[in-house]
């Protein structure tokens, strides 16, 4: 089994910064890539950003140059850093990972979210 906890989100004016963190726990092997999706209300979940454990990277086209994702291997916590909020930005950010994990003594794949946090920006 693989949790994911998250952290950071709130209420923050148009303008501002937020920074969320994602850290990973149970018996992983290995953790391919980390990301951070979003949804807001009556719409569907999108990709923000997302890091591999090379540290490539890819954005979403409307975040790329406001929000930076990083991650700390030996911590298994993935960070995204959300500067220059706009409310359109408001949603619910979701942390995922994906790796392989041990049970019953078998290498198997797993895709894990989080339980969600809240960003809302007012303007």
């Known amino acids: 089994q693989v949790q994911l906890v998250e952290s950071g989100g709130g209420l923050v004016q148009a303008g501002g910064s937020l920074r969320l963190s994602c850290s990973a726990s149970?018996?992983?092997?290995?953790?391919?890539?980390m990301g951070w999706y979003r949804q807001a209300p009556g719409k569907q979940r999108d990709l923000v950003a997302a890091?591999?454990?090379?540290?490539?990277?890819n954005y979403l086209d409307s975040v790329t140059g406001r929000f930076t994702i990083s991650r700390d291997n030996a911590k298994n916590t993935v960070y995204l850093q959300m500067n220059s909020l706009k409310p359109e930005d408001t949603a619910v950010y979701y942390c995922?990972?994906?790796?392989?994990?041990?049970?019953?003594?078998?290498?198997?794949?797993?895709?894990?979210w989080g339980q969600g946090t809240q960003v809302t920006v007012s303007s």
């Open positions: 995922n990972a994906k790796g392989i994990y041990n049970r019953d003594s078998l290498r198997r794949a797993f895709n894990a």
């Open positions: 149970g018996s992983m092997l290995s953790i391919n890539t």
């Open positions: 890091i591999t454990s090379g540290s490539s990277t």
